[in-house]
């Protein structure tokens, strides 16, 4: 198994106070790694030093074996790389149309092919189509985060970044969500990393588990290893 | 018919209050950045015109001129003055008095340069021409409203119809979202400086071939953008228009009753009962926070 995208040594922080401590962490191609840990871990703040939103200190982000540290998210994107950012991932003043619309031209998707991504994503969430006209702002969690996720989808990404797509969902929604994603995964041979809270839904589609406290990754292994530790299972 | 002759200077007034509003009000809405200095792109874009004029350019390229300057007044002041403080996370009132002092000093300058007394260029479209009997009206009056209605048509279809345009209506929501996206709020932010200070130039333009400039006119126009911005409902861009066009029209009905000094205090009436009866203003949608 090879490594598509890489934390090497990572540090970093918001001003003086550092949130990732020498972190290294990395995702393989065509898995499924679920990244646990407490709030203020700094999930969200590694996932976005991947994405290119937040500079790294010191350490490098290595995409298939090429530093990246430092691009910028467009660029991230060309190469591959889409991220369903933590909260709501729309913008309430805009039709869902209008977000996929935009979503595609700000990562240089060719007009030519704009309807077939929509049609595909919309083939992948097909409950999209039933709001597709109407403002973003009027949607509910769950209809909110599949334009989020649908709209990450639209470059057609290799790898991708989730950051606790469970949030506001109840538990049946959330497989409703991860189902379709898990479907496509294994069919393109995607690789995702998946932050969540919600432990136990996200072990059933994951392959790899690691868990972060503090800034630092303290476990990894294989989802069944974690069910059956009970030290860590009573953490999370 | 002095009704009449009220109501179509108040209509010219309006169009150009209502031009030079909405581009503030694109500008708060895009950016959030309380762009005071709204009305110095105001003085600058007038004198620039008024210059061109004088060194015999003629009125197209003084036009161009005019809004080449108050777009690049615009940049400048987005990347030069607000990017940095919000890089520092500054205030609002850091803003505030950064603004407010930018646009003191381009009154002082132009003061110096132009003088600090009343200049107009004299112009056959300020003629007025008798319409009925006791009804006059100069062509700038049916250029002003006409400017408005194609202005504001065509920045509508910009906002809705062109990606940039899309991206600079979801800016404000939430720059960092706008970055997932893969987009840059910077950009953005300086195409929402460029296309709200260009939409100044219609209103400097007619001011300085009608009633005229001085140094100090930024002031005026920016009480005027702002009462328009909070009368027509905050982040509404239609109802910047509306209000410009209200306190236009309002300001010149007023003098059926009271005197000419009194037209701010007209403007700050319709302000404050809006803001008593109708917080949200007349297009203002309410929102959560
Ligand atoms: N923009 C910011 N400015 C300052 N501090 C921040 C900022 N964002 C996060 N932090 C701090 O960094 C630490 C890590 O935050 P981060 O959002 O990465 O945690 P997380 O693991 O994603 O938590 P959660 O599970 O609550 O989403 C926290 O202590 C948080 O307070
Ligand atoms: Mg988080």
Known sequence: ?236 | MLWLQLTLTGLQTGALYALTAVGFSLIFGATRVFHFAHGAAFVLAAYVFYWADTAGLGMIPGIVLAALAAMAFGVAMDRLVYAPIQRHEGSFFTVFVASFGIGIVVENVVGMVFGRSFVTIDSTLSQSRELMEGVYVAPLAWIAIACAAVFFAALQLFLRRTHTGMALRALADSPELIRVFGLDPRRLSSIAFALGSALVVPGAVMTALGSGLNPALGHHVMLISLAATIVGGIGSIGGALVAGFVLGLAENLALIAFPSQWSEAVTFAILFLVIILRPAGLFGRATAH
Not at chain 1, 93 to 122: K, Q, S, Y
């Open chain 1, 1 to 236: 198994m090879s490594a598509v995208l890489e934390a090497r040594n990572l540090t970093t922080g918001y001003g003086g106070a550092m949130v990732l401590e020498d972190l290294s962490i990395a995702l393989n191609e065509g898995e499924v790694l679920c990244l646990i840990g407490h709030n203020g871990a700094g999930k969200s703040t590694l996932m976005k030093t991947l994405f290119g939103l937040h500079p790294a200190g010191s350490g490098e982000v290595v995409l298939r074996g090429e530093t990246v540290t430092g691009a910028t998210p467009k660029a991230l994107a060309l190469q591959g790389i889409a991220m369903v950012p933590e909260g709501r991932g729309i913008f309430p003043n805009l039709t869902v149309d209008e977000i996929f619309e935009m979503g595609m031209w700000a990562v240089g998707v060719p007009e030519a092919e704009r309807a077939a991504r929509r049609d595909w994503v919309l083939g992948v969430l097909p409950v999209i189509a039933e709001f597709r006209h109407r403002r973003a702002g009027t949607l509910s969690g769950g209809q909110a985060q599949m334009v989020s996720i649908g709209r990450a989808l639209l470059s057609r990404p290799r790898i991708l970044l989730l950051d606790e797509p469970s949030i506001g969902l109840a538990p049946k929604l959330f497989q409703d969500l991860l189902a379709p994603i898990r479907a496509l995964q294994q069919e393109e041979g995607l690789s995702i990393l998946l932050v969540e809270q919600n432990v136990r839904e996200a072990l059933k589609i994951s392959d790899r588990v690691e868990v972060m406290k503090s800034g630092k990754m303290i476990w990894e292994g294989r989802p069944g290893e974690l069910s059956d530790n009970r030290k860590l299972m009573e953490l999370y």
